[in-house]
């Protein structure tokens, strides 16, 4: 089976990726958080841009940048987020983004696959600044209004005011026609060390890990440090520290191959050297690819809870402390064209791997076939103004990208040799 080949411009690829990177440019990351200012301007920017490389754009009512493409047929949608983080590095979701416009460029200039129905997407808000993923829950239908409507950032700014002063309060929200899209493809960093630890260049997901979510309360007797003898001290830290400790050892004993989990948040009251603290919290997520491993732990986590309770004299209670996350297949159909792309442009360079991360793609699963492409991050750094990713890599990622974009458009429509 011969295969179709987009040469990208790999300058170009750059350059674009640069010029994303300028706005809200700080040391070596940036600063674009959804709707700021540099964030509007990023969009603006990119809508034209979409516009260059032949495609119909237009900005809806949450911010989202779409490029429709004039050609018919079922199309492919390609795209991440342009939003960052506070303190973000210049390519989470940016990389996805610009790969998505690189690859509408080189399609523009190829006679033999110009006609190729491809759109492609810069989503808002990613990163969880109102509403986690709301450009891909808008796209999709699942966004809740009820909390659209009362959304608030850490600072306290609503939502509905950060739209009004983007001038999006009056614009439509796009909706996507499910009977158009083949599937979404995403490209991103991995955020994380496995593709450098492993010495590969590609990873292609298998899946997007579920997270649960859940705080310890520890409930006991404040009471003065120096006259409470150890005995009668129903001390809430001590509790804590048990807690944490048991956890780490019985999930560490009930652990699969890639669960993680983290004792991010602690608090402490009064939080004072000579009193012995009488309420403690304790944040605990956990992820991992398979719901039963979740459930697996989150029975764990209960009866660790009791028998702290039991065992001190504490009172201690585990409370549901986010909405669960789901763990979300990726397509294999899709993704199958992603591995043949990367054996034939890094043979033996690739490996299937989960995302430890939430990425837009988990949100675009539930509404049609999904996949994603991660490239190494150097360090496995990322949520950084340090994450960086090598060069060579990102012209691979994008390369890598397009060949699958091509052959799986051009075989549904019969051009390539079975």
Same mark, same amino acid.
């Given at each position: ?26 040391? !070596? ?80 200039? !190829? ?102 979510? +859940? ?35 019985? +999930? ?167």
């Amino acid at each position: 089976r011969r295969s179709g080949m987009l040469r990208i411009n790999a300058e170009r690829l750059i350059r674009g990726l640069l010029d994303l990177r300028a706005f809200g440019s700080q040391s !070596s990351g940036v600063v674009r958080p959804a709707f700021s200012q540099a964030d509007m301007q990023a969009r603006y920017w990119l809508r034209e841009q979409f516009e260059q490389a032949g495609l119909i754009s237009r900005i809806d009512g949450v911010g989202n940048v779409l490029g429709f493409s004039p050609h018919p047929g079922k199309a492919l949608l390609i795209g991440s987020h342009a939003d960052s983080q506070p303190t973000g590095g210049w390519l989470d979701g940016a990389m996805g983004v610009i790969y998505a416009l690189e690859i509408a460029r080189s399609l523009a200039e !190829s006679d033999s696959y110009r006609h190729l129905p491809v759109d492609i997407v810069a989503l808002q808000d990613e990163e969880s600044r109102f509403v986690g993923c709301l450009g891909a829950k808008s796209l999709t239908g699942v966004l809740d209004d009820h909390i659209a409507q009362l959304a608030t950032d850490k600072d306290g700014i609503r939502l509905v005011d950060a739209l009004e002063d983007a001038g999006l309060s009056e614009v439509p929200r796009e909706r996507l026609d499910h009977k158009r899209y083949i599937g979404f493809l995403e490209a991103h960093i991995e955020q994380g060390p496995t593709l450098e630890v492993n010495s590969k260049r590609i990873g292609i997901v298998t899946e997007i890990v579920g997270v649960r979510g +859940f705080r310890a309360v520890f409930r006991g007797q404040q009471n003065h440090a120096g006259t409470t003898m150890m005995a009668l001290r129903r001390d809430a830290s001590t509790a804590l520290y048990a807690f944490a400790n048991r956890i780490n050892q019985v +999930f560490a004993a009930h652990t699969a191959e890639r669960s993680v989990w983290t004792m991010g948040r602690a608090k402490l009251v009064p939080n004072a050297t000579s009193i012995i603290p009488g309420y403690a919290e304790l944040d605990l997520q956990f992820r991992d690819a398979s719901e039963s491993q979740l459930e697996r732990f989150t029975a764990l986590a209960y009866e660790t809870a009791e028998e702290i309770a039991k065992s001190s004299l504490v009172g201690v209670e585990l409370i549901e402390a986010r909405s669960p996350v789901a763990p979300s297949k990726m397509s294999e159909s899709l993704y199958a064209y992603l591995e043949r792309s990367a054996q034939q442009h890094a043979p033996n360079a690739w490996i299937h791997m989960p995302s430890g991360a939430f990425h837009d793609a988990g949100v675009m699963a539930d509404f049609m076939p999904s996949a994603m492409l991660f490239i190494p991050s150097i360090g496995g750094i990322s949520h950084d103004f340090a994450e960086d990713s090598h060069r060579d890599d990102l012209i691979l990622g994008c390369q890598v990208m397009a060949t699958a974009v091509v052959d799986l458009l051009a075989s549904r429509e019969g051009m390539l040799e079975s």
